[in-house]
């Protein structure tokens, strides 16, 4: 059986040993306060978690013993490994697997980047296999974790191509329409967007309720693809 220890080990070794400053540099770009990361190069990186895959003893409670621990180092790649890794268990994903990466933001799920990644790649799996309902996603838009708040509702974009109601998603993003961070408000705003796009008056007719209420970064990504004269009709009211 794997040793989960060293292999934690094994995998900070790995990191540390593939420093690259110039990456480090160059990704900070996209940081709000900096990277916080060794700036292994990409193709490296996808080799290390290419050849963890690949070993005949590693399986789901082997990332469930790593993870918190790697997540918890607060660096990039030590918290990417375990969200890579995952995906290569789609066929497992089941309610207990859900429940188990909604613990890992307590750990370190800090940025937008690995945020995004659940959100676009991870979540939507269980949604998209009715392993999960948007119903299970309300206790993440409460969270008090705002990355937990931004994957929930960037992992309903995908939804909006398989539906055409959209009534519950709106409901259920209400308690974000007013929320304090930042994050949060580019991710709502690009989930609004990307409604826009397919339903635009659907999604006009919810933004229409919040123009005087809600943050206006939201508004800013939700009316990006619109004509000029469109987003004038979503400026906030005088006060």
């Known amino acids: ?16 040993s593939n420093f690259n400053e110039d990456n480090v540099i160059k990704y900070s770009r996209y940081f709000k306060g900096g990277f916080k990361g060794y700036g292994v190069p990409i193709e490296v990186f996808n080799e290390k978690v290419k050849e963890i895959k690949k070993r005949k003893d590693f399986n789901l409670n082997v990332l469930y013993s790593i993870a918190p621990e790697l997540l918890s180092h607060g660096m990039y790649e030590t918290t990417s490994i375990p969200i890579m890794l995952l995906k290569s268990f789609k066929k497992q994903f089941s309610k207990d ?11 370190g799920i800090d940025n937008w980047a690995h945020a995004d990644t659940l959100g676009m790649f991870i979540i939507p799996e269980f949604l998209l296999k009715d392993i999960i309902n948007i119903d299970d996603l309300q206790p993440w838009i409460n969270s008090p974790l705002k990355f937990k708040r931004r994957v929930a509702v960037v992992s309903m974009i995908k939804l909006l191509k398989v539906t055409n109601d959209f009534n519950p998603f709106f409901e259920l993003i209400i308690p974000l329409m ?9 991710g709502t705003g ?22 005087d209420q809600s943050p206006r970064m939201i508004f800013q990504y939700a009316c990006e693809k619109m004509t000029q004269e469109n987003k004038l009709r979503f400026k906030r009211g005088k006060q």
Do not use: Y
């Open 1 to 16: 059986m794997m040793n989960s220890k060293q292999l934690i080990t094994e995998i900070c070794d790995f990191c540390e």
């Open 97 to 107: 697997v859900f429940n188990e990466i909604g613990k890992w933001f307590e750990f």
């Open 178 to 186: 007013r929320d304090p961070e930042r994050e949060v408000h580019q």
């Open 190 to 211: 690009w989930f609004l967007r990307e409604a826009w796009k397919i339903k635009p008056a659907d999604a006009e007719e919810f933004l229409m309720k919040w123009k």
